[in-house]
């Protein structure tokens, strides 16, 4: 029985589950696509016709009662995953639920509290964990050999980069909230998991809705998720600065989808009292240290894999083993809870005290 394939649904069809989710589990011998369901009929159609596997369905409803699949890909905008998610857990199905696992804390937690009624896993999908670089940057600190780490800066800023302007990504009823929400939920969760998930004392933060607030006159190269919607919606945030105290380092933020300095600046910084790191965002790392007298720096050479692929693999793998993979439900909770921090205290305008 355990060699027999798993069978998979994909809820959503847009650009993460082509780019990822669907080709990562089409390389798994142990994964088979039964369903591609979106409410756009022709995605899933051209799903179907692209892979060459699996039956198109508009309402995933249509899914939660069959016995054969077992688990599933949700790949939806923000404001469906926790509906989604705890339908499928409620149906008995194991769940991968895209980044962020939702649009606020209290639905997060909504999502944690079926999981563990349930039983069946819960991840989602912070694919940095599953990251070659990281994961050497982490063992790197897990050594000792940047001694102890007293703070992180965290920068994910670029010009002028607004998604889909007007749209899905700039409706906070649907996506939650902007450049936070959207990038800084990797940034922050790479903190997390390369300082050992540190718990979440205070947070400090303010949000700024400036630069994509006439979007006829919003000057860009480039936006993915366009062209802008002329009538659209843009009430989240462009760029968001913060300060964290956790039960280990300080950690600092700066991001912004845009910013009218023409630099992108995509890496943390992670500072210790012996040796220093710089995650260049994506790519390798650069390792600091004292050598005779001097500060050195030395980029590793290692061999990377593919993260998306690591992460779908870990994720069968945990379907059929029950091992708790660190980007569960019951890990994610801290940085939905820091968000949802850093929102909450730049709408009041004060510190919020968590623990």
Known sequence: MENRPINVAVIGCGTIANSAHIPSYMNNPSARIRYFCDIIPQRAQDAVKKYGVGVAVTDYHDILGDPDVEAVSVCTPNHMHQQISIDFLCAGKHVLCEKPAARTYEEAQEMLRVQHETGKVLNIGVVNRFNSAVNRMKAYIDSGRLGEIFHVYVSFRSPRSIPGLGGAFTTKAIAGGGTLIDWGVHFLDIVMYCCGDPVPRTVSGETFCRLGRDISAY?????????????????????????????????????????????????????????????????????????????????????????????????????????????????????????????????????????
């Open 219 to 355: 000057a860009y190269e480039d936006m993915w998720a366009g062209p802008p919607v002329l009538d659209g919606i843009y009430d989240v945030e462009d760029s968001v600065t913060a300060l964290i105290r956790t039960s280990g380092p300080v950690i600092t933020l700066n991001g912004a989808w845009a910013q009218n300095i023409g630099e992108t600046e995509m890496f943390i910084d992670f500072m210790g009292d012996e040796a220093g790191i710089r995650l260049h965002y994506g790519e390798d790392f650069t390792f600091y240290h004292i050598e005779e007298g001097k500060l050195r720096g030395v980029e590793p050479d290692f061999p990377h894999t593919d993260h998306f692929q690591n992460e779908i693999d870990a994720f069968l793998r945990c379907v059929r083993s029950g091992e708790k993979l660190s980007s569960h439900i019951d890990t994610n909770i801290l940085t939905a809870k820091m968000m949802q921090a850093i929102y909450d205290s730049a709408s009041s305008h004060r510190e919020i005290v968590l623990a």
